[in-house]
C-alpha cells in the first residue's frame, strides 16, 4: 500500500502486514485496520477518520498532522508513535499501549481512555 492521496475508504484489511507502509495523505475512512501490523508505517497528514485499530502494531507510526477523529485504536501498541497535531477527537484508546508516543499539538478533546503523563 502506497498513500500518497489514494483513497482506500471503508476497506476491510484486517491481519495485514504493512509494516513502513506509506499512506501518506491516504484517504482512509471507516477502514478496518484490525490485528495489522504497521511497525513504522506512514500516516502522516492521512485521514482516516473512524477506522478501526483495534489490536494492531503501531509502533513507531506517524501520524503528525493526520485526521483521526472516532478511530479505534483499542489495545493497539502506540509505542513512540508521532501524534504530533493529529486531530483525534472522539478516538478511543482503551487498552492501548501509549508509552513513548507524541501528542504535542494533537487535539485529543473527547478522546477515550487517553491518559498523558509527562515525563
Known amino acids: 500500500m502506497t498513500g500518497t492521496a489514494v483513497d482506500y475508504s471503508n476497506m476491510d484489511k484486517r491481519n495485514s502486514n504493512l509494516e513502513g507502509a506509506d499512506l501518506q495523505k491516504a484517504e482512509l475512512y471507516k477502514v478496518r485496520f484490525e490485528f495489522s501490523k504497521f511497525k513504522g508505517a506512514n500516516f502522516r497528514a492521512c485521514k482516516a477518520n473512524y477506522s478501526c485499530f483495534i489490536g494492531a502494531d503501531l509502533t513507531e507510526a506517524n501520524f503528525t498532522g493526520a485526521s483521526l477523529k472516532g ?49
Not at 508513535?81 to 492501548?96: L, R, V, W, Y
Not at 513513548?100 to 509527562?118: D, E, H, M, P, Q
Open 71 to 119: 478511530t479505534n485504536f483499542s489495545g493497539a501498541n502506540l509505542t513512540n508513535a508521532d501524534f504530533t497535531s493529529a486531530k483525534i477527537e472522539g478516538a478511543i484508546f482503551k487498552d492501548a499501549i501509549i508509552k513513548g508516543a507524541k501528542f504535542s499539538g494533537a487535539n485529543i478533546k473527547r478522546a477515550k481512555n487517553l491518559l498523558i503523563v509527562a515525563e
